[in-house]
């Protein structure tokens, strides 16, 4: 016994159809009527192009290493837990010109902190998908005040992130970085 799908003539019932039991095979009338023709080319190209359609309006992946705006620095976005961190993996000049040692959070609010090595500190917390496609919201640490903002990273394409912190939502500051190649 076989299952296929029963077609009353014209009409919307080919693509709807009954199933039924037969044991021969049976041929589906072909659709009738302009009407018919249009929404046959329609469910096709649907079909074909569905796929493509999903993926053209992917979201860009800000994971990766980033060079910041004025150069000092080269930071890591990668995924901590359901959100996207970023932290300090180089800095262009290591050491600090006044000790000759390697350079610390010595601006801190949290006095503790003040001696560990820069190279490391997480300085983009928490981001996390905002809404709006390519942009996460979270904390930015300043490590040349030693304070944290609330902030947003935003792709504006694959090579580019602008990131920006703000004090009482309306005061803000951007820096735009760059890919490491």
Not at 38 to 54: D, F, R, W
Request: with cysteine.
């Amino acid at each position: 016994m076989r299952l296929e799908a029963s077609a009353e003539q014209g009409g919307i019932g080919i693509f709807l159809g009954a199933l039924r039991a037969t044991g021969a095979p049976r041929r589906l009338p072909k659709p009738k009527g302009r009407l018919m023709r249009i929404l046959s080319t329609a469910t096709l190209a649907v079909a074909l192009l569905g796929g493509s359609v999903g993926f053209s309006s992917a979201a860009l992946d800000p994971t990766g290493t980033w060079h910041t705006e004025d150069g000092k620095a080269t930071v890591r976005i990668a995924a901590c837990g359901s959100a996207l961190c970023g932290t300090i993996v180089a800095l262009k000049e290591v050491n600090d010109p006044d000790t000759g040692k390697p350079k610390t959070d010595k601006n801190n609010a949290d006095a503790s902190l003040r001696s560990r090595p820069m190279i490391g500190v997480a300085i983009v917390l928490g981001m996390t998908p905002s809404g709006t496609a390519n942009k996460w919201s979270g904390q930015v640490y300043n490590a040349e005040d030693g304070k944290t903002y609330s902030g947003s990273l935003t792709l504006q394409d694959a090579n580019t992130i602008k990131l920006e912190g703000c004090v009482m939502s309306f005061i803000c500051k951007s820096s735009t970085w760059t890919r490491a190649t």
